[in-house]
């Protein structure tokens, strides 16, 4: 037998923070004792030492101790031979036969004998290891290649690394020789048989979940794009558990092979909810503004309202709806914005220009950067962009016109003072966009509650710069999106605000004032009809759960980084305001309706002063839950719905979401699998899209040319 092809029982069969069972001479534990390597108790009934023709015994004298692993498989038999000389023979613990254990001939044949004898037996040859936690406390381990697979292929998913990864050259010789020498390489069929059954664990775990679960889900869908010409429907679900934490986990990724029709479109959604047994448990579905969403949602309405009203079902992503709004404002100065790219690819297509850039910046004092043009798709990406090059703006003109930089049409040079301050102006307009959108596009808070919000910050920036001479071409066009949109307020936003302790309905009615006095519209009879449906939701909450009416007094509220709009709402006279409403309207509503104590209480208590953003609603409202038990799960239902049908990794994009370029040539069911473990191995540590944004800043920001010069 190929002694290199037996499995390895030294001490460099583990990884540098494993301590073998089997310490070698001279070393000591961690309480700084002599170790004494393990002794294996052979099987029941079976004899301690066999016999030649003399004595036996079990070698304990004070020879030095046997350090190769293999010993955990033989115990060490002195025998007394004819001649009254001793014999050491190495005694199997598996089939109990006896082979020679001379130092002078190695241990070769005692581990061709183990692998041979564990085989026949049926038993897999590990070595034990001590594992460090970081406590400090120690549990065995052992190499098991079975897990060491399913990690590989998780991984995989994890990172989009590709399917041949385990069997690469450099993967195996890393593993191999600073990890496990065992370690085989794994192929890409295997590893895709792998993914398989991570997919198939976590799919019936979530099945398992959702056929127990008592709360509703909500269910977002969009579509995902890849460069082969593939589009995939992306059919997801969010839900607060058990512990009143917001969760997201992908359903579904299915292959969109036909038109975009709001038939097929449907079809694909209702086949996933139906694997998942989730019809009669779908509060509200988001999806973006396209014209075969609104069919497919007429199609999917009758048969997913059994658990919520129906004016509730569909929600228009918010952040679709910005998106729309900033595209706008593009097209006015894309030609300026398009005169800064220019001089950033002129000044970066040069290694010497480069160069010299570098100089004249450090000869003005000033660090010196390398600036990356936008990607077309991701406007966040012009913000950043224009951000890190408006403090540069005078030095990279001056650099342009004294080293024939690139010129207009006219033969001026392509950067003007007019061109920097429209380009300045519109940075400055954008970061409200910008905030807003990160805000909306997260998936652990709840987004619902905050998205009157946004809506005020944004009509109040559009009414600010509405007659700036330089932007107001631009503010005009986003104005009329913004109205198209948001004029007709959607009442589950309005419900949502009334379950933020910190609004009610007196925050409620302020805020409308506000708004209202903004773009000119009067909500008093939308304020009426709120109150009204709120009311009706309530009480059929109350006759679905009327047997958790336990009630405790509410307890007296507590007082309370970006800070939202609560000053201005609980600053606001809603008296003064147009609309038709006063203060009185929203006071003793809850009486004159009649409806259960519980909403009395919640309604008529003060709200909550905390205008930061770290409150944590879904915390408030944990604690609150035996004093409001049944307004307490309308709040979670409420709560759980997402304003925006994107993560903030696509939150930004003008063309939806791309699929990564290796997965492209996959079967669509293999995209399914990669994507769908992919987020549930995020999910397991809440890591869904939530550093995207901040690395596509730091890409643009962290571009000096010097680190020196950073001090």
Request: glycine share 6%; aromatic share 10%; hydrophobic share 35%.
């Amino acid at each position: 037998m190929d002694e290199s092809n037996i499995p390895s029982f030294t001490l460099g069969d583990f990884d540098p923070n494993y301590v073998s069972r089997s310490f070698p001479t001279g070393e000591y534990d961690a309480t700084g004792s002599a170790p004494t390597p393990p002794v294996m108790e052979p099987p029941a009934g079976s004899e301690a030492s066999g016999t030649m023709s003399g004595s036996a015994s079990t070698n304990t004298g004070s020879k030095r101790s046997r350090t190769s692993g293999v010993w955990q498989h033989f115990d060490e038999v002195a025998m007394t031979g004819p001649d009254g000389r001793q014999v050491t023979f190495a005694r199997c613990r598996i089939c109990k036969n006896k082979l020679s254990a001379k130092s002078s001939g190695g241990t070769g044949h005692l581990k061709r004998h183990a692998e041979a004898c564990a085989k026949k037996q049926g038993i897999q040859l590990r070595q034990q290891q001590l594992l460090l936690n970081p406590d400090g406390t120690v549990r065995t381990w052992e190499y098991d290649p079975m897990v060491a697979r399913e990690n590989l292929a998780r991984l995989i998913a994890r990172q989009d690394l590709p399917l041949n990864f385990g069997e690469s050259p450099a993967f195996e010789n890393y593993i191999k020789n600073s990890h496990n020498p065992r370690f085989q390489a794994v192929s890409r069929q295997t590893t895709t048989r792998d993914l398989k059954n991570v997919y198939d664990k976590g799919y019936e775990s979530l099945k398992e979940l959702f056929s127990t679960c008592t709360f509703s889900v909500s269910v977002t869908s969009d579509i995902w794009s890849s460069r082969a010409k593939e589009d995939y429907l992306s059919v997801v679900v969010h839900f607060i558990d058990d512990d009143w934490q917001m969760q997201k986990r992908v359903l579904g990724l299915r292959l969109i092979d036909v038109s975009h029709t709001g038939e097929n479109i449907a079809e694909r959604i209702r086949e996933v909810i139906d694997e998942f047994n989730l019809a009669d448990k779908i509060f509200a579905v988001t999806m973006d503004n396209a014209s075969a969403n609104s069919r497919a949602m007429e199609i999917l309405q009758p048969l997913f309202c059994i658990y919520a009203q129906s004016f509730l079902l569909h929600q228009r992503c918010a952040c679709h709806i910005i998106n729309l709004i900033v595209k706008c404002g593009f097209k006015r100065v894309n030609v300026h914005i398009d005169a800064v790219r220019q001089a950033i690819t002129w000044l970066t297509a040069s290694n010497p220009r480069i160069a010299q850039w570098k100089r004249y910046c450090c000869a003005s004092g000033e660090p010196p950067r390398k600036f990356l043009t936008d990607a077309d798709h991701r406007w966040n990406a012009t913000y950043f962009m224009l951000k890190v090059v408006l403090p540069y703006k005078d030095l990279l003109t001056v650099f342009l016109q004294t080293r024939n930089g690139p010129k207009n049409s006219d033969g001026q040079p392509i950067l003007t003072d007019h061109t920097w301050h429209i380009v300045e102006r519109f940075n400055q307009f954008l970061e409200t966009f910008h905030d807003c959108t990160l805000l909306l596009s997260q998936v652990y808070y709840p987004t619902a509650n905050l998205i009157l919000h946004n809506i005020l910050e944004i009509a109040t920036l559009l009414k600010e710069y509405e007659n700036d001479d330089l932007l107001m071409p631009v503010v005009f066009n986003m104005k009329q999106k913004y109205l198209k949109y948001w004029k007709d307020i959607p009442m589950l936003y309005s419900f949502a605000f009334i379950l933020d302790p910190r609004g009610k309905l007196r925050g409620f009615l302020n805020i409308l004032s506000l708004i209202g006095d903004i773009i000119n519209v009067d909500y008093s009879t939308y304020y009426a009809d709120v109150k009204t449906k709120f009311y009706e939701v309530f009480r059929k909450y109350e006759l679905k759960f009327q047997g958790d009416r336990l009630q405790r007094p509410p307890p007296v509220p507590a007082a309370g980084k970006k800070k939202l709009q609560w000053s201005r709402i609980w600053g606001s006279s809603s008296s003064s305001h147009g609309g038709g409403t006063s203060s009185s309207a929203a006071s003793g509503d809850a009486r004159s309706h009649g409806p259960a104590e519980e909403l009395s209480n919640y309604l008529d208590s003060d709200a909550i002063r905390h205008e930061t953003s770290d409150f944590n609603v879904l915390g408030w409202w944990n604690d609150h839950k035996m004093s409001y038990p049944v307004l307490s799960k309308l709040a979670r239902d409420v709560l759980t719905v997402p304003v925006s049908s994107v993560s903030s990794e696509s939150a930004f994009s003008l063309c939806g979401r791309i699929i990564e370029d290796r997965r492209t040539s996959l079967s669509s069911d293999h995209v399914e699998i990669l994507l769908s473990v992919k987020d549930w191995e995020l999910a397991a540590e809440h890591a869904q899209y939530t550093a995207d944004n901040q690395e596509l800043a730091a890409q643009f920001e962290n571009l000096y040319l010097d680190d020196e010069q950073l001090g």
